[in-house]
Each structure stands twice: as structure tokens, then as C-alpha cells.
């Protein structure tokens, strides 16, 4: 009787035997993901290459990845893979392998938008062994490229001049003064401002809507250059508390 036992026992212990060493196996098959970027400088305007490699020791059926990056600072172009889908601040890389491959490689083709640092990040990335369809372990790199000033753009970030109504300035309009106050009656809800920048081609921005309440009011005007440079321009403005209340 103890005889019948023991055989089914040593089987067993033979099968998760073998189903620990498989599983260790596959644990120990290994995927690198690596990005790299042609330079690791580069100017505002320009398109740059964006390598992301994939590689193993062991032959790979799938391979499956995210990679994130600043989409205020870089676009997404194009790739001559087929494998590859980009989005607004994401790139999906999915490719599949019906002969098993041990490398793979995607080059991405981008846009820098905007002076600064950006980052790229894999997640949610794996791969499947082409030998018995487990996952396999992955290592994964990121990297990262500075976007600088490009000097041939303009870079005058500064008004021509500065008209709001109704009012007065406290002062006359100077581009190199960045702080203008003016007071209005109580009945002035909201003024009308036209600020105008000396370059065409840059960008004006106003911090919030021109509605008053009653006492002080502040408003940035924000002047941003092709280049990237910028400035600030400060407008106080008071609106009296009452009807009768005179202001000058």
C-alpha cells in the first residue's frame, strides 16, 4: 500500500520540479529596452531621431512597450516602422516576430517645439519568448535631450505699445518699463486692452479675463518671442468701491 503511494508522490515532485526550472529558465531571459538620441543638444525648430532598441540573448515573438514623453516640448513625426503609433506624449511600439528575433529596432523621427529639458520614459513594456510563449524579464533605460534657443529666430519679446480703455496710464508707455497702474470709476466693470508687439510673429497672452471688481485689479501680460524669450508686463488697475468715490 505505502508502495502505490510513493509512486504518485515522486511523480508529482517531479512535475513541479520541472515546472520550477522552466519557470527559473524564463526568469532568467532577459529583454533590454534602450533609447537613444542622436544628440543630446539640440535648437528649438529642429527635428531630431530617436533610436529605441530592443534586444535578447533568446528569440523574441512579441514585443510591446510605451514610451512617454513632454508633449509642450516635442512632436511625434513620423517612423518608418509600421510598428510604431504615436500620439500627444506618447509613442506605442507593438511588433510581432513569426520566426522569433533576438533584436529590433525603431527609429522615430521628432520635433522640438519649445527651449528646455525633456525626458523619455519606457512603461508597461514586455516581450514574449518565441520558444514557449512566457514573458520574459526587462531591463529598460530612459533618456533625455536639452532644447536650446535657436539664435536665428527672433527673439524680441517686448510691446510696441499699450492701449486700455477707458483710462489713463499712470505713465507713458515705454517697451522697456513692465509696470503700468490706472484707476477707474465704480461703474467701469471691465476695460479693453490692445497690446501690441514689436515682432509680428510673437505671441500675446493675458493671465485672465479684463473684468474689474471693485478695489485693485492685476493683469500680466505676457509677451513670448519665436525664440522662447519672453516678458512680463504688470497692470494694476483700481476701480472705486462706490459711485461716489472720485478717482483720478
Known amino acids: ?32 529596452f534602450s533609447i537613444e538620441v542622436e544628440d543630446k543638444t539640440v535648437k528649438k525648430g529642429d527635428d531630431l531621431n530617436l ?7 533568446y528569440e523574441m515573438s512579441v514585443v ?11 512632436e511625434f513625426i513620423s517612423s518608418e516602422s509600421e510598428g510604431v503609433l504615436g500620439a500627444s506624449g506618447t509613442l506605442h511600439i507593438t511588433d510581432q516576430f513569426a520566426k522569433g528575433a533576438t533584436e529590433a529596432v525603431y ?6 517645439l519649445e527651449v528646455g529639458s525633456a525626458d523619455f520614459k519606457v512603461h508597461d513594456a514586455y516581450s514574449i519568448d518565441a520558444e514557449n510563449s512566457s514573458y520574459m524579464k526587462i531591463k529598460q533605460t530612459s533618456a533625455s535631450i536639452d532644447i536650446t534657443k535657436n539664435e536665428t529666430e527672433i527673439s524680441n519679446a517686448t510691446l510696441s505699445d ?12 515705454q517697451p522697456e518699463m513692465f509696470e503700468y497702474s490706472m484707476k477707474v470709476a465704480y461703474d467701469v466693470e471691465e476695460v479693453i486692452l490692445s497690446a ?7 505671441v500675446i497672452t493675458i493671465d485672465k479675463e479684463l473684468n474689474l471688481t471693485k478695489g485693485d485689479n492685476v493683469f500680466t501680460i505676457t509677451v513670448t518671442a519665436p525664440s522662447g524669450d519672453r516678458n512680463d508686463y504688470k497692470l494694476n488697475v483700481y476701480r472705486a468701491f462706490t459711485k461716489d468715490e472720485i478717482v483720478e
Open 1 to 32: 500500500m505505502k508502495k502505490k503511494l510513493i509512486i504518485p508522490v515522486i511523480l508529482a515532485l517531479i512535475l513541479i520540479g520541472s515546472i520550477l526550472l522552466r519557470n527559473q529558465r524564463n526568469s532568467a531571459k532577459e529583454v533590454q
Open 51 to 57: 533610436k529605441i532598441k530592443v534586444s535578447s540573448d
Open 64 to 74: 510591446d512597450a510605451y514610451i512617454t514623453y513632454d508633449d509642450e516640448l516635442l
Open 107 to 112: 527609429v522615430i523621427r521628432m520635433k522640438a
Open 162 to 173: 499699450l492701449l486700455v480703455m477707458p483710462g489713463t496710464l499712470d505713465k507713458e508707455f
Open 196 to 202: 501690441i508687439p514689436e515682432s509680428e510673429e510673437s
